[in-house]
């Protein structure tokens, strides 16, 4: 399943007997992304962590080939804004977690779109990211 928005699958994909192949239907809900107080602030600590952590890893042999992380900026885009705290962390696990993997942190996307909240989602990533830039950094190997 894929979407353009925030949204909660409620049941079991289907697919259907006389659909096109390979096309899953589900029910779902929309949500919207509250932004609670505090979220903000969590939000804007990922400027100076996602840049210290390009740093490493653009410094090491992480990346699978040279630019990697460069391609992976430009296919994400720019950063969301700390005001769209729950777009940002999405953000965020994306880029510490693309494809072809680093193999420089814990897998934390399935964990940051699960996220009931945006504050349990910036909570996700924060832990994923500062465990990154402790592996990569060789303070704190994570495996």
């Known amino acids: 399943l894929r979407?353009?928005?925030?949204?909660?699958?409620?049941?079991?994909?289907?697919?259907?007997h006389d659909g096109i192949a390979g096309i899953s239907?589900?029910?779902v809900e929309l949500c919207e992304d509250v932004v609670e107080e505090g979220d903000l602030q969590l939000a804007e600590t990922l400027?100076?962590?996602?840049?210290?952590w390009?740093?490493?890893?653009?410094?090491?042999?992480?990346?699978?080939?040279?630019?990697?992380?460069?391609?992976?900026?430009?296919d994400l885009g720019p950063m969301p804004p700390a005001e769209e705290a729950g777009d940002r962390a999405l953000w965020v696990a994306a880029l510490v977690n693309p494809l072809p993997g680093l193999g420089?942190?814990?897998?934390?996307?399935?964990?940051?779109?699960?996220?009931?909240?945006v504050r349990e989602r910036l909570q996700v990533v924060l832990d994923g990211i500062r465990g990154s830039i402790g592996h990569v950094s060789g303070t704190a190997p994570l495996f």
């Open 3 to 16: 979407g353009h928005r925030c949204f909660r699958v409620l049941g079991p994909a289907d697919v259907p």
């Open 25 to 27: 239907y589900a029910t």
């Open 47 to 52: 400027t100076l962590l996602v840049q210290e």
């Open 54 to 74: 390009r740093t490493l890893v653009e410094k090491s042999k992480f990346e699978r080939f040279e630019g990697q992380i460069r391609q992976v900026l430009e």
């Open 104 to 117: 420089v942190a814990f897998e934390i996307r399935p964990q940051a779109l699960l996220a009931p909240t």
